[in-house]
């Protein structure tokens, strides 16, 4: 950058917009940030599905997990249920998938690749922090995975390759019975690291960072639509002139326009496609539940279909729900119509409609002093949510940047806006590659759509490349969005463990291991059989003990 970060305007409200600007005001209260919002661009959100780290960076900004839950309508979420992904099935209705066969269904949660010194220790040892990141002896990185005497013992029939959540998973019973992860008398049942996350409703939650952070702490609020961009001889933008005449100049811009990109597309960044990531089209709308003990879960449901998948997510008041397709397929039309009737006889709260976008990444998503955060950097596809945290990202990042800039008294330097850009690429591209293999690893060939899947799998060997993620010591959590475990999770799920997989087990650990897996089991049952159901604990805790009915309408009027 030319000039010394003092004034920050960033373009784009909704989630990325106000989470840039509550965030990097409540840790630079000295920078100068305006952001400007658009009335006529309206915010994509459905329900949103995220990961834990989120709540680190809403308590970083003095926001309480429990006031911004209830703000949002937001949900405990312990994990996702898939059903059809690695089995053949004509599912045209969503009870076809919430009644599917024990085979067509898998469960993924959360947990950590721990060290083998756990299978050793007293069932009452406590984890530590180290024990996230470090191997037995101290060692960065867990190299000595107790998830491999599971695998060893599946191997040697002891374990059921398909009962990998059962055996690892404490949370694997609460899901099941759409339990919470507290009991009434408010005490977790779970781990209380990052063992849980959150589904939350996408067009409130800005609204609670805006009006408890960002505008008290003092960032300008501007409304209106962007007329000019006004640059300098090298490129670099100097001001921007609203539809009104209003003249806002900064030092750095950030664009959080989404696939907008009211900013960017002006600055002539080179593109990169994810042209293996095929589901690049969606119908979403929001419903109202109709049979609240059984619709009303605890977990994301990603459910396959012929030429994509839906989801849906159980926000408090409602559930909310999309069809992603490959639209080379099937078109769009067709894509509504089979999404309107996998959800015949319920009631949409507004008409489904129809998102597209372009699967992929900006190459340099720092260019110059603008800054792309969000979808009009990059979106790969809404499995896993994996968008917000992208975002967060970029954020942390960000901060630690304008920090150094602002103790050294210097201007954010061209090595430091590379390393930003290097940084976010390899998150991209790392995400990207998750997402592929839950495709590319199945085993279903009975569409098109899920035999060029296949093909491409085995064209560029995903599933040795997924097993080399599970065993690189480097990937946790501190790292990773999706740490070892969870391509491990996969790989297992899609059938992909065989005699070909490496694993770093001692004999005469497997029987202790053995014990430690069948108590995970048990315990995880009893916890299941003793918790509340979901419902019923969010009433009391989170929401006053209104029903869901009530909280929609009270929605339905703001």
């Known amino acids: 950058m030319k000039a010394k970060l003092k004034k920050l305007v960033i373009v784009g409200g909704g989630i990325n917009g106000w989470f840039t600007a509550g965030y990097m005001k409540n840790k630079h209260p000295w920078l100068d940030i305006t952001l400007i919002e658009s009335d006529n661009i309206p915010t ?13 960076l809403l308590s970083t900004m003095g926001l309480e997990e429990r006031d911004w839950m209830s703000y949002t309508n937001s949900v405990y979420k312990l994990g996702n249920k898939f059903v059809g992904w690695s089995t053949p099935g004509k599912r045209h209705h969503v009870t076809d998938h919430w ?21 050793t220790r007293s069932f009452y040892g406590q984890l530590t922090t180290d024990d996230y990141f470090t191997n037995s002896k101290g060692e960065a990185g867990v190299n000595d ?19 990998l959540s059962e055996d690892m998973h404490e949370q694997h019973y609460l899901m099941k019975g759409n339990k919470a992860p507290f009991d009434m008398d408010d005490n977790c049942l779970v781990g209380d690291w990052s063992a849980y996350t959150y589904h939350l409703d996408a067009n409130r939650f800005p609204e609670i960072i805006r009006d408890k952070v960002a505008i008290p702490k003092g960032v300008n609020h501007s409304i209106g639509d962007v007329k000019d961009i006004i640059k300098d001889e090298d490129g670099y933008i100097t001001k921007l002139i609203m539809e009104d005449g209003i003249e806002h100049e900064g030092d750095l811009f950030i664009d959080c326009s989404g696939f907008h990109k009211v900013l960017v597309d002006g600055m002539n960044n080179e593109w990169h496609d994810y042209d293996f990531i095929h589901t690049q089209d969606a119908i979403v709308g929001p419903l109202k539940y109709k049979d609240i003990y059984n619709e009303f879960k605890p977990y994301t449901q990603t459910y396959a279909q012929d030429e994509g998948w839906n989801f849906v997510i159980s926000l408090y008041n409602r559930m909310g729900s999309g069809y992603i397709f490959d639209k080379t397929e099937i078109s769009v039309e067709d894509a509504k119509a089979k999404f309107m009737k996998y959800w015949e006889g319920y009631e949409f709260i507004k008409p489904p409609k129809h998102i597209s976008w ?17 979808m009009s950097h990059s979106f790969i596809e809404p499995m896993e949510g994996n968008a917000l945290y992208i975002t967060q990202w970029g954020i942390q990042i960000l901060d630690r940047l304008v920090k150094r800039a602002w103790d050294e008294d210097i201007a954010i330097s061209p090595g430091s806006v590379h390393a930003y850009n290097k940084s976010m690429n390899k998150l991209e591209d790392h995400t990207a590659n998750f997402i592929a293999y839950h495709y590319t690893l199945s085993n279903r060939e009975d569409t098109n759509f899920w035999k060029k899947q296949k093909e491409y799998g085995k064209k560029h060997n995903h599933a040795k490349a997924c097993w080399e993620e599970y065993r ?13 475990y969870m391509w491990m999770n996969v790989a297992t799920a899609m059938g992909c463990f065989d005699d070909s997989v490496e694993l ?14 069948e108590y995970c089991k048990k315990l995880s049952k009893a916890q299941g059989d003793l918790a509340p159901h979901a419902y019923d604990w969010h009433r009391k805790f989170l929401f006053d003990g209104k029903s869901h009915e009530e909280v929609l309408e009270e929605s339905l009027k703001k």
Do not use: C
């Open 44 to 56: 994509i959100g459905v329900g949103e599905s995220v990961v834990p780290q989120v709540n680190d």
């Open 99 to 119: 009644n599917a066969p024990k085979e067509d269904v898998q469960y993924y949660s959360f947990s950590f690749a721990l060290p083998e010194k756990h299978l």
């Open 145 to 163: 995975k107790w998830n491999d005497y599971w695998l060893q013992l599946v191997r040697d029939g002891r374990k059921n390759i398909n009962e």
């Open 358 to 374: 372009k699967a992929g990444r900006m190459v340099t998503p720092w260019n110059k002093n603008v800054l792309s955060i969000g």
């Open 472 to 484: 690189n010591p480097d990937n946790h959590i501190g790292n990773s969005l999706y740490p070892d």
């Open 504 to 517: 770093n087990t001692k004999k005469e650990l497997l029987d202790k291991a053995d014990i430690m897996f």
